[in-house]
């Protein structure tokens, strides 16, 4: 089954950027969808963006014009997150859509405050 892992996350101050790397191992053949989500303390996990097989990408209003989704190679994934605000500060985990089944990377921090 797939197997996912994030990196890039850390301590920056707003209006500064980031770079989200998602890597996936085993069964790469079968991923059709890649997604972002995040989840701050004391909320639902919410999508953030959202890539296709065919490259198609979606993202929420609230991270619309700064972050870009894109496909690296077949196995990564980048998300670049610019003009980070204080509400961006959250869990992000990695996730994708197979044949099979659905898989989660155990995600990585990303605080944004001064």
């Known amino acids: 089954q797939v197997q996912l892992v994030e990196s890039g996350g850390g301590l920056v101050q707003p209006g500064a950027s980031l770079t989200l790397v998602c890597k996936a191992s085993n069964d790469l053949y079968t991923i059709n969808n890649w997604g972002w989500y995040r989840q701050a303390p004391g909320k639902q996990r919410e999508l953030v963006a959202t890539?296709?097989?065919?490259?198609?990408t979606d993202y929420s209003d609230s991270v619309k014009g700064r972050f870009t989704l894109l496909a690296i190679s077949r196995s990564t994934v980048h998300l670049n997150m610019n003009s980070l605000k204080p509400e961006d500060t959250a869990l992000y985990y990695c996730n994708v859509e197979t044949k099979t089944g659905e898989y989660w990377g155990p995600g990585t921090q990303v605080t944004v405050g001064s």
């Open positions: 890539i296709s097989k065919r490259g198609a």
